[in-house]
């Protein structure tokens, strides 16, 4: 089966520009997370999809950060404006409905701002 | 809150048995992952404990303590391919998984 597909892969802006992620998931997986991985930690959570709902945003910075996921399946992540500490490595990943489903990630976008 | 710790950095050699621990506190439970990510890459799958006990997977093995919010993966006959970051995640309320800051080994020959 495919796996979780990013674009671009490499992404350099200068800082108030704006940036857009691409994500499209493996198929047939109803729910999609985008997660923010600084350099020497763990991923963390920006937004879960059910579908085409949110079920959490709770850690996503509003102000600059948006997503959405049309039709259920590809989503989209917007960062404007950046900020330098928004540099960071942005996985998208994709898990059936229950309980012991692992996450599927993708390779990543690697942001850089200058 | 969330709180789950792993050790930074780990080193073994070839050949050898290395454990890694993780503790956690969490506002729910309902499973513990391991990913395995080698730098510049994306977290793979590696195991997955709901309930108290070992789960083996080939040279890989993880066990959960739930009454104490412990876990170890345990990597037999390491291999220099093994060198990698290893992140232990808890799943609360959602499907969603927390992730540690994860653990660097460093395999030598």
């Known amino acids: 089966e495919a796996g979780v597909a990013q674009s671009p892969r490499y992404k350099i802006i200068e800082k108030r520009q704006s940036v857009a992620f691409w994500c499209n998931p493996i198929?047939?997986?109803?729910?999609l997370y985008w997660y923010q991985q600084i350099l020497g930690q763990g991923p963390k959570l920006l937004i879960q999809?059910?579908?085409?709902?949110?079920?959490?945003d709770s850690q996503l910075p509003k102000d600059r950060f948006s997503a959405e996921r049309l039709k259920g399946v590809d989503s989209t992540l917007k960062i404007q404006p950046a900020k330098l500490e928004d540099s960071a490595v942005y996985l998208c990943?994709?898990?059936?409905?229950?309980?012991?489903?692992?996450?599927?990630f993708g390779n990543g976008t690697r942001l850089t701002v200058t | 809150g969330q709180n789950i710790d792993q050790p930074t950095e780990m080193t073994a050699t070839e050949g050898a048995i290395v454990q890694i621990n993780c503790t956690y506190q969490?506002?729910?439970?309902?499973?513990l992952f391991w990913y395995q990510q080698h730098a510049g890459e994306a977290p793979t799958f590696l195991s997955y404990?709901?309930?108290?006990g070992l789960e083996e997977k080939g040279r890989f093995s993880s066990f959960l303590s739930r009454s104490k919010g412990y876990s170890y993966l345990l990597l037999k006959e390491l291999q220099m391919k093994d060198s990698a970051s290893y992140l232990c995640a808890v799943r609360e309320r959602t499907t969603a998984l927390i992730f540690g800051k994860g653990t660097t080994l460093s395999v030598s020959s």
């Open positions: 969490t506002s729910g439970f309902n499973g």
């Open positions: 404990n709901v309930l108290d």
């Open positions: 999809f059910q579908n085409n709902g949110v079920v959490d």
């Open positions: 198929s047939g997986h109803a729910t």
């Open positions: 990943a994709s898990s059936l409905d229950y309980g012991n489903s692992p996450l599927h």
